[in-house]
């Protein structure tokens, strides 16, 4: 069973910037195409970014311009850099699979406020 652990949120004001990290447990990241999900308070989880496995990245219009995915598969890790952070990005960021096929990790809290 391969564990998503997520980190890097935190409050931040509009404008801001942080980077999230996903680690993943075994070493078979490589193979799947992953992604960053997120959920507001009272939303349903959305896909933020996607990477393949050979490192082509999609982004929602949203996240377009602004946010940047990024894997290392020798150290089985997704980044996502969110830059100009805005308050509608308040979320609880999640990485997996897209589509996601593992368990969620625990999510890693963004709040964007002054």
């Known amino acids: 069973q391969v564990q998503l652990v997520e980190s890097g949120g935190g409050l931040v004001q509009p404008g801001g910037s942080l980077r999230l990290s996903c680690a993943t447990s075994?070493?078979?990241?490589?193979?799947?195409?992953m992604a960053w999900y997120r959920q507001a308070p009272g939303n349903q989880r959305e896909l933020v970014a996607r990477i393949t496995s050979e490192g082509s990245a999609r982004y929602t219009d949203s996240a377009k311009g602004r946010f940047t995915i990024s894997r290392d598969n020798a150290t089985n890790t997704i980044y996502l850099q969110m830059n100009n952070l805005k308050p509608e990005d308040t979320a609880l960021y999640y990485c997996n699979t897209d589509p996601h096929v593992w368990a969620w990790g625990q999510g890693t809290q963004v709040t964007v406020s002054s």
């Open positions: 075994g070493s078979i990241l490589r193979f799947y195409a």
